[in-house]
């Protein structure tokens, strides 16, 4: 009888283990609590532009716009309107995955760059808006006090560590999304897409259906990762549908691994662990990171977890020193190599 040792698993475990223990080992230390969860609710929006990007392979450049409207719809309706988060927040949600529908509409009838460019255009129209429509988005002025979630009982969502872990079931929830999305029909019909979509189309996927929910998908959980960020931090400004926010989600994925069920985790992780190092080089962080982000697109271009899920795969695919010569080297399908 053998034991089936799975190296996923256990990763997996490590990782969810620390970040259960991550509000307690850094008690005391609230600001370093903030930034991880701040890095967590960057995650969220990552595992959104992962299932547009990493799995459709669809380069879409406006998922910052999509969280900041996320982020002032919860805003706006909390402090101008006093809504209720939970109201906001479920608006939140409706909105960005209507403008999502509507606007994959249009963008989804490009390809390629003009895809890329097309939702480009897209972020910094809704950027242009927010900045310039001051009487209803107070332009730079931002917006201040938005409010904390309402308590669930004896759930009070103003202690930190308690907005921790809200924001870490949501986070859960963002990842066993991706895991089911990778072993469902849908998701393989994605990664069809992303292979070639004529290959797709000749074994009978509906592309523009699934592109279509796709970057719906994609958009509604940017808009739900705003809304989090908005609650959170209290204040929102422009930035926070800045152009540069897209590139930074973008850059979750190359460096944590696009398509894969921990990649969009670990590149918010380790780029908030870096920019939190190098946060006395403010702008000239970049000049550090870009060799960083070259070198690894040159040896792991998969990211650091599609690079760690290569290693394994080849690994066990390796034929065994069976004495008696046999070659039991086993199949693996497509989905486990992504995970």
Not at 60 to 76: E, N, P, T, W
Not at 292 to 301: D, G, R, S, Y
Request: net charge neutral.
């Amino acid at each position: 009888m053998t034991t089936s040792f799975n190296p996923r698993l256990l990763g997996v475990g490590i990782v969810a283990l620390a970040l259960v223990a991550t509000p307690f080992v850094l008690s005391g230390q609230p600001y370093l609590v903030r930034i991880v969860t701040t890095a967590l609710i960057y995650a969220i929006a990552a595992y959104g532009m992962n299932i547009i990007l990493g799995l459709t392979g669809q380069l879409s450049l406006a998922h910052g716009a999509f969280f900041g409207i996320g982020a002032y719809v919860v805003g706006l309706l909390t402090t101008d309107r006093e809504w209720s988060f939970w109201a906001s927040f479920a608006l939140a949600i409706l909105v960005t995955t209507a403008l999502g529908y509507v606007s994959g509409l249009i963008a989804l009838r490009t390809q390629g760059s003009y895809f890329a460019i097309f939702t480009m255009a897209l972020g910094f129209l809704v950027f242009i808006v927010i900045t310039r429509w001051e009487s209803v988005t107070h332009a730079h002025s931002g917006v201040s006090g938005v409010k904390f979630p309402e308590n669930i009982g004896p759930i009070d969502f103003t202690r930190e560590t308690t907005m921790y872990f809200f924001v870490l079931v949501v986070l859960a929830l963002a990842i066993y999304t991706t895991h089911a999305l990778l072993t469902s029909p849908a998701g393989r019909s994605l990664v069809a897409i992303r292979t070639s979509e004529d290959l797709a189309k000749s074994i009978g996927v509906n592309v523009a259906v699934s592109k279509q929910l796709a970057f719906t998908a994609s958009a509604g959980i940017a808009g739900l990762a705003g809304g989090l960020f908005a609650s959170f931090t209290g204040f929102i400004g422009p930035d926070s549908a800045a152009i540069d926010l897209t590139f930074q989600f973008l850059l979750f994925l190359l460096i944590g691994g696009m398509g894969t069920v921990m990649g969009p985790l670990v590149g918010s992780l380790l780029v908030a662990f870096l920019f939190e190092m190098l946060q006395d080089l403010e702008s000239y962080r970049f000049i550090v990171l870009g060799p960083i982000i070259v070198l690894l697109v040159i040896f792991a271009p998969k990211g650091i977890v599609g690079y760690l899920n290569a290693l394994l795969s080849r690994r066990r695919s390796r034929p065994p020193t069976d004495p008696a010569g046999v070659d039991v080297a086993d199949h693996r399908d497509v989905v486990e190599e992504v995970h």
